[in-house]
């Protein structure tokens, strides 16, 4: 697998192994040094922001909008990631992430410059396509540097900042609110997240061109073309067409799911959005695995007939829908007027998740390392999972206390992150080295799209049941502010005493719709568990990927991109050499790579 995964990578991955191969142990620390700058960068960074987005909104008379600003966030976070990744595998990792900054850059400005709920909106184009370009490129590079055994660890390295920062976020942007405004609170990172970016870009660009003097950097895939053949050459390295029919069928169908309860389902143009995504849906398995169209698909074939990928990306998709429909997006909305809570501290119990899951995936990474398994961490965590979200049904009422909430936060944390950081481990093991960006991607995408359809279901029950118990619930001398009152979050919390009876009309109006919502995601994320249990329990240590160059864990041998010779990767055994396979034949035999490679171990004894 290893040496099929060499000759079958593209040019942006051959890049990376001869950047890695330039590495010292000591070059290689410095990059990850510099992956945690930014990873402190930007998740300060959104914990701030995150507390901004119902005053932004409600400054434009529009809080009811937020579940919206959440799913075109979602939908760009879903629909980037595809094309970001292969962007990485073509050009360079380094170019990937010089231009998720750029895009992150200008979504800042364009938020903080923003005089309309319209274009706030569409900042968040450029605004997600920078975060999710930087998530995922991050990961991508983390699974580039590291063995399986040690990369559930690494991959905590970007949730380490979450520890301070959760509390940190609300507390900057209470502070921002109070001395300057919302909008300072988005245009200060433009700034701040270039300088953090810094340090990483120069231990690529130095490497690079360690490489470049040393004669291994392959050359350009356009070298040598004319105008045209780059055009063609793109359309195929790219899968063009493909990332295309993902953008278009994601984007049209999840658009749609919040705006129909406001717009009517009688609308045409929701309906002719709906046909035309689910079209594009049925399209991309058929576009995907023909070999003439999609050379070099995004969605590689032999993933259509893995059942560790399919299981992890559906159990990805449920997980974080579920997350969507409980925690994000009206859970601070109604620590504010049911719980009447000052700001710091509702965004705190908010982010206590973040906090419980972060630890929780350091302690479960360390498991991860000795034991060399996944599986039953992540089985485990599904049914905590699911049994978290049935306590906020109980306990997240108005009579409970913010210990009592705050202690279901941290039951849905442990279990959320035993979920989610097996569920990727398992997926990327799943993969060869030129196919782990997609396979990292796919599992990051598939979360993303169950976190915007978890938004807009959160927001089509909100916006279709909150103003109805409104109407039904205030009182005769407030009954005709109810629409002000669903559209601006500071009224509502605000407005009226704890104890009148405005407040209670809004307080029950309010709770019941809460309780809705966490009912659908206590049904969304049972699956979960049945999902888990059909992943293959791989034994980490006797995996090859065909990662090269130095990597966390251990060196590989150096990239050689003339003769093509039998590799040993992070296991301590050696795989015998496959040339002569062919990359079809694992399609025909519908097997996971990793299983077909285990059966070529010398003296390894099969994984359970």
């Not at 919040?258 to 035309?276: D, E, H, Q, R």
């Not at 906020?392 to 979920?419: A, C």
């Not at 496959?578 to 399609?587: A, F, I, L, R």
Request: glycine letters at 8%.
């Amino acid at each position: 697998m290893s040496e099929r995964s060499h000759e079958s990578a593209q040019a942006g991955v051959k890049r990376l192994e001869a950047i890695s191969s330039t590495w010292s142990k000591t070059g290689l620390y410095v990059a990850y040094i510099g992956i945690g700058l930014l990873a402190y960068a930007t998740s300060l960074e959104g914990q701030t922001t995150t507390n901004l987005t119902i005053f932004a909104t409600s400054a434009f008379k529009a809080h009811s909008l937020v579940s919206t600003v959440l799913v075109v966030q979602g939908v760009v976070l879903s629909v980037v990631k595809p094309p970001m990744s292969k962007i990485a595998d073509v050009f360079g990792r380094f170019e990937a992430f010089g231009l998720s900054v750029l895009f992150y850059v200008i979504g800042f400005i364009q938020q903080a410059a923003s005089n309309s709920v319209n274009t706030y909106a569409a900042a968040q184009i450029f605004y997600s396509a920078g975060q999710t370009g930087l998530q995922i490129l991050i990961q991508i590079f983390i699974a580039d540097t590291s063995d399986l055994v040690n990369r559930a660890l690494c991959s905590t390295i970007p949730d380490i900042p979450f520890l301070a920062n959760v509390w940190l976020g609300p507390a900057l942007a209470e502070t921002i609110l109070t001395k300057l405004n919302w909008r300072w609170g988005y245009g200060i990172w433009s700034i701040i997240l270039p300088i953090a970016f810094l340090p990483l870009a120069l231990a690529l660009v130095i490497n690079q061109r360690k490489a470049a003097m040393r004669g291994i950097l392959p050359s350009s895939p356009f070298d040598g073309e004319s105008w045209w053949e780059m055009v063609k050459t793109l359309w195929f390295e790219l899968d063009f067409f493909g990332l295309l029919l993902i953008c278009v069928a994601f984007t049209l169908i999840l658009i749609p799911l919040t705006l129909g309860s406001k717009a009517g389902w009688n609308n045409p143009n929701l309906v002719t959005m709906l046909v035309v995504g689910a079209a594009c849906l049925v399209a991309i398995p058929f576009w995907e695995r023909s070999k003439t169209l999609a050379p070099h698909a995004f969605f590689p074939r032999a993933f259509w007939k893995n059942k560790t990928i399919m299981a992890g990306l559906a159990l990805s998709f449920f997980y974080f829908m579920a997350f969507y429909l409980s925690v994000y997006p009206y859970f601070q909305s109604y620590l504010l007027v049911v719980q009447n809570l000052p700001l710091t501290k509702a965004g705190r119990i908010v982010q206590t998740f973040t906090f419980t899951s972060t630890i929780t995936s350091i302690v479960i990474s360390f498991a991860i390392k000795y034991t060399k398994h996944y599986k039953k961490y992540m089985v485990a965590g599904t049914i905590l999972y699911v049994i978290g979200l049935g306590l906020m049904i109980r306990y997240r009422t108005e009579d409970s206390s913010p210990t009592v909430i705050v202690g279901t936060q941290i039951f849905l944390g442990v279990g959320g992150s035993l979920t989610h950081v097996p569920a990727q481990l398992g997926v990327q093991a799943s993969a060869s080295h030129s196919e782990v960006a997609a396979a990292t991607a796919l599992f990051l995408t598939f979360l993303e799209i169950g976190g915007a359809v978890g938004s807009g279901i959160s927001g089509a029950i909100w916006t279709s049941n909150v103003p109805k118990k409104l109407a039904m619930y205030l009182p005769e001398e407030t009954k005709d502010q109810a629409s002000e009152i669903f559209g601006n979050i500071t009224l509502a919390s605000t407005g009226w005493p704890m104890g009148s009876p405005t407040r209670m009309a809004i307080n029950q109006a309010y709770q019941e719709t809460m309780t809705m919502i966490l009912t659908v995601a206590v049904c969304v994320a049972l699956p979960c568990i049945v999902l888990s249990l059909l992943m293959t329990d791989y034994k980490l240590d006797e995996i090859d990927q065909g990662v090269k160059g130095v990597v966390i864990g251990g060196t590989q041998e150096r990239v050689d991109h003339g003769e093509t010779e039998p590799f040993a990767g992070p296991s301590s055994t050696r795989l015998m050499s496959t040339q002569g396979e062919d990359e079809d034949d694992d399609e025909e035999h519908g097997e996971d790579r990793q299983n077909s490679s285990r059966t070529r171990l010398l003296g390894s004894r099969k994984a359970s």
